[in-house]
């Protein structure tokens, strides 16, 4: 998710050593970096939709043709938690323009309040963005081992079986955490950004 909210630009350097004859670039500047940011923001939340709305029709198929009930129960499980991953993006991570009016100091409070909130978004992918699947890829993943273990050859090869799902929930459970990692790190750079902001403002008094 969040690799694309990561430092691209070392803030500080932009603005070291400018006098308080500058300002004016230095606004533009940082109009720019908050348009920047938008952008970026922008494209991953989309990124983020097509991924939930992937997620909702792929599963949806699942439901209609399948019909025991455990695997149908978990896919609709699975579609709530992207509905309310979804949803919680749009009311928490959405892109906000910075008004064009904004004076310097007004214009660089944005945009550290905009990296701030998207700094704990991230930090809270746990929560909002995870969690919300787990009940639904594991009652899946208990449904679609019963319905295997429940064919007639299945008690021929049932070590091979449990194998292959506990294999796939141990990848499930990688994925997961690789992700929050991921989102954990991107947090991290946000906060070196918003350390950048705040240094910027000390030279600017």
Same mark, same amino acid.
Request: glycine content about 8%; hydrophobic content about 50%.
């Given at each position: 998710?969040?690799?694309?909210?990561?430092?691209?630009?070392?803030?500080t350097?932009? &603005? %070291?050593?400018?006098?308080?004859?500058?300002?004016?670039i230095?606004?533009?500047?940082?109009?720019? %970096?908050?348009? %920047?940011?938008?952008t @970026?923001?922008? &494209? @991953?939340?989309?990124?983020?939709?097509?991924?939930?709305?992937i997620?909702?029709?792929?599963?949806?198929?699942?439901?209609?043709?399948?019909?025991? /009930?455990?695997?149908?129960?978990?896919?609709?499980?699975?579609?709530?938690?992207?509905?309310?991953?979804?949803?919680?993006?749009?009311?928490?991570g959405?892109?906000?323009?910075?008004? /064009?009016?904004?004076?310097f100091r007004?214009?660089?409070d944005?945009? @550290?309040?905009?990296l $701030?909130?998207? @700094?704990?978004?991230?930090?809270?992918? &746990?929560s909002?963005?995870?969690?919300p699947?787990?009940?639904?890829?594991?009652?899946? !993943?208990?449904?679609?081992?019963k319905?295997?273990?429940?064919?007639?050859?299945?008690?021929?090869?049932?070590?091979?079986?449990?194998?292959?799902?506990a294999?796939s929930?141990?990848?499930?459970?990688?994925?997961?955490?690789?992700?929050?990692? !991921?989102? $954990? &790190?991107?947090?991290?750079?946000?906060?070196?950004?918003?350390?950048?902001?705040?240094?910027?403002? %000390?030279?600017?008094r």
């Open positions: 998710m969040d690799n694309e909210v990561r430092n691209d630009i070392d803030i350097n932009v &603005w %070291k050593n400018q006098g308080m004859e500058m300002t004016e230095s606004l533009e500047g940082i109009r720019q %970096k908050a348009r %920047k940011f938008e @970026r923001i922008f &494209w @991953r939340n989309l990124r983020e939709y097509v991924a939930g709305a997620v909702v029709a792929s599963f949806g198929y699942v439901i209609l043709v399948s019909h025991p /009930a455990l695997i149908r129960a978990g896919c609709g499980l699975v579609i709530a938690g992207a509905l309310y991953m979804m949803y919680m993006l749009r009311m928490k959405s892109a906000r323009t910075a008004p /064009a009016e904004l004076a007004t214009c660089v944005f945009h @550290r309040q905009e $701030q909130r998207q @700094r704990d978004l991230l930090r809270g992918v &746990w909002w963005y995870l969690l699947f787990v009940p639904g890829m594991a009652i899946f !993943l208990i449904g679609l081992f319905n295997t273990m429940e064919q007639p050859n299945a008690p021929a090869h049932a070590g091979i079986i449990v194998a292959a799902f294999i929930g141990l990848v499930c459970a990688a994925v997961f955490v690789g992700v929050g990692m !991921l989102n $954990q &790190w991107g947090a991290r750079q946000l906060q070196r950004e918003i350390d950048a902001l705040e240094e910027l403002e %000390k030279e600017s």
